[in-house]
């Protein structure tokens, strides 16, 4: 994700999705703050959405997501 920074960093909207499968909705939320909370350090002010993984496969899962939230650019990974 910081590999991306420059390119978040002047997106007008910047979502993290976080798919997942049998967790909570707390369990999800509390690691999506964590990474909009690095993400705010940089300047970066993103929109958090967690869902249910599918069975259709995480592939399909993700590119449902992308093309539900209309995204121009996906960036998959986390921290590293």
């Known amino acids: 994700?910081?590999?991306a920074m420059p390119l978040l960093t002047s997106a007008e909207k910047v979502q993290i999705v976080e798919l997942s499968e049998g967790e909570t909705a707390e369990g999800l939320l509390a690691v999506d703050t964590t990474i909009a909370a690095s993400l705010a350090r940089?300047?970066?002010k993103?929109?958090?959405h967690s869902a249910a993984a599918g069975k259709s496969?995480?592939?399909q899962?993700?590119?449902?997501q992308v093309q539900a939230r209309q995204a121009d650019l996906l960036?998959?990974?986390a921290y590293g």
Do not use: T
Not at 61 to 64: K, Y
């Open 1 to 3: 994700v910081f590999d």
């Open 42 to 44: 940089h300047g970066v």
């Open 46 to 48: 993103p929109d958090v």
């Open 57 to 59: 496969g995480v592939a």
């Open 61 to 64: 899962d993700i590119l449902a």
């Open 75 to 77: 960036v998959l990974g």
